[in-house]
Nanobody
Framework: QVGLVESGGGSVQAGGALTLSCAASGNTDSIKCMGWFLQAPGKEREGIASIDSYGGTSYSASVWGRFTISQDSAKNTLSLQMNSLKVEDTAMYYC??????????????????WGQGTQVTVSS
């Protein structure tokens, strides 16, 4: 089993920045893909960033160029640097992990494991 705990959410004005972190525990050797998805009230879950075991990354069009995903070599900590935040980025953000061979934002959206989420609120 894999445990994921997010931190770093909060409130920020548009144009500001936040860094989210995710601490992974348990059977981390089974993880081949990690990432972040978000869910806003009344909307579908959206995968926004992924990173595979080789450091390959992918991003949704909505965050490309503004957000950067990274992880430590032991896959115990995942980060999401969020710059130039927009009001429409407001959502609950979840860290996700999956043991499958394919890693992209679609896989992240339907991952085997996810944390409890951290709220990000961007005001104008």
């Amino acid at each position: 089993q894999v445990g994921l705990v997010e931190s770093g959410g909060g409130s920020v004005q548009a144009g500001g920045a936040l860094t989210l972190s995710c601490a992974a525990s348990g059977n981390t050797d089974s993880i081949k893909c990690m990432g972040w998805f978000l869910q806003a009230p009344g909307k579908e879950r959206e995968g926004i960033a992924s990173i595979d075991s080789y450091g390959g990354t992918s991003y949704s069009a909505s965050v490309w160029g503004r957000f950067t995903i990274s992880q430590d070599s032991a896959k115990n900590t995942l980060s999401l640097q969020m710059n130039s935040l927009k009001v429409e980025d407001t959502a609950m953000y979840y860290c996700a992990a999956d043991g499958g061979d394919i890693c992209d934002i679609v896989v992240v959206r339907t991952s085997q494991h996810w944390g409890q989420g951290t709220q990000v609120t961007v005001s104008s």
